[in-house]
């Protein structure tokens, strides 16, 4: 839920159109009734990541839930980028900055991935879902970024589309720099999908750059010359891309972004 009194978004999953009516569940009502002090009739946006957004007002309020009324269509749904961030788990607090971060940048796909040296093994997947959630209702977009469970770097490649590129931010310097990839990444007609795999406090073993490396679709890219915290690592390389093919770029935007 967002928390901005001007523009309080909720996402919701059913379908949106004119005159329907959405239950909220009981967090939700909690929210808008008690911690935003929302009464009935009072004024909302919401958004199903399929629908567009839409103006609704509140129908019901009570301890176990409410209900909205849906009224007119505020914007039409836009195509959010297609960037998958792959990211080695890391601690608590990194990780949900990760989560919201990555989707107020516009990640579609948060996947995190257990590398040799990953310390954070066990994901509160639920948790970093919610987090998603909140901020794509807080930046405004009009879509929540999956959130895989967690995989190992192995089973992270099984099945992977042969068309999507993977940027693997690689510490030790190996890779060529970030700017220059996407540069030449944009240059190509399509523009093809992209990942970004960033790996843990601990880094990733020399054993597992060197499979990543033998990969086609990988190319292994430098983040300048410091070593940046692995959240800097994924929300400057999101960033980059953004800024270079996504939709921070006029064109970018017009084609797709919010
Ligand atoms: N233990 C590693 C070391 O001291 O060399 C540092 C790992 S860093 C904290 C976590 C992750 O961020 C790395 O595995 C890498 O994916 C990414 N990263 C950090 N700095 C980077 C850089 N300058 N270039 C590319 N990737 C970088």
């Given at each position: 839920?967002?928390?901005n009194?001007?523009?309080?978004?909720?996402?919701?999953?059913?379908?949106?159109?004119?005159?329907?009516?959405?239950?909220?569940d009981?967090?939700?009502?909690?929210?808008?009734?008690?911690?935003?002090?929302?009464?009935i009739?009072?004024?909302?946006?919401?958004f199903?990541?399929?629908?567009?957004?839409?103006r609704?007002?509140?129908?019901?309020?009570?301890?176990?839930?409410?209900?909205?009324?849906v009224?007119?269509a505020?914007?039409?749904?836009s195509?959010?980028s297609?960037?998958?961030v792959?990211?080695?788990?890391?601690?608590?607090?990194?990780?949900?900055?990760?989560?919201?971060e990555?989707?107020?940048?516009?990640?579609?796909?948060?996947a995190?991935v257990?590398t040799?040296?990953?310390?954070?093994?066990?994901?509160?997947?639920?948790?970093?879902?919610?987090?998603?959630?909140?901020?794509?209702?807080?930046?405004?977009?009009?879509?929540v970024?999956?959130v895989?469970?967690?995989?190992?770097?192995?089973?992270?490649?099984?099945?992977?589309?042969?068309e999507?590129?993977?940027?693997?931010?690689?510490?030790?310097?190996?890779?060529?720099?970030?700017?220059?990839?996407?540069?030449?990444?944009?240059?190509?007609?399509?523009?093809?999908?992209?990942?970004?795999l960033?790996?843990?406090?601990?880094?990733?073993?020399?054993?597992?750059?060197?499979?990543?490396?033998?990969?086609?679709?990988?190319?292994?890219?430098?983040?300048?010359?410091?070593?940046?915290?692995?959240?800097?690592?994924?929300?400057?390389?999101?960033?980059?891309?953004?800024?270079?093919?996504?939709?921070?770029?006029?064109e970018?935007a017009a084609a797709?972004?919010?």
């Amino acid at each position: 839920m967002s928390r901005n009194a001007d523009k309080l978004r909720l996402f919701v999953e059913c379908g949106l159109v004119a005159g329907a009516c959405v239950t909220i569940d009981r967090a939700q009502a909690h929210y808008l009734g008690h911690v935003m002090r929302r009464g009935i009739g009072d004024p909302l946006l919401v958004f199903n990541g399929r629908d567009g957004e839409w103006r609704a007002r509140v129908d019901a309020l009570g301890k176990g839930g409410g209900a909205l009324i849906v009224h007119e269509a505020t914007r039409a749904q836009s195509r959010d980028s297609d960037l998958w961030v792959l990211f080695a788990p890391v601690k608590r607090t990194p990780i949900d900055r990760i989560a919201r971060e990555a989707t107020t940048l516009g990640a579609s796909r948060l996947a995190p991935v257990l590398t040799r040296h990953t310390v954070a093994r066990r994901i509160n997947t639920a948790r970093l879902r919610a987090n998603a959630r909140e901020a794509a209702e807080q930046c405004g977009r009009l879509s929540v970024p999956e959130v895989a469970n967690p995989v190992s770097l192995t089973a992270a490649f099984e099945a992977w589309p042969a068309e999507r590129r993977l940027l693997v931010a690689d510490e030790t310097g190996a890779g060529r720099a970030i700017a220059d990839v996407l540069i030449a990444l944009g240059r190509e007609d399509p523009v093809p999908p992209s990942a970004i795999l960033t790996g843990p406090e601990g880094g990733f073993e020399a054993g597992e750059l060197d499979a990543l490396g033998d990969l086609p679709f990988v190319i292994r890219v430098r983040l300048g010359p410091r070593i940046l915290r692995a959240e800097t690592a994924v929300l400057s390389a999101l960033a980059c891309w953004q800024a270079l093919i996504g939709d921070w770029r006029e064109e970018g935007a017009a084609a797709g972004g919010r």
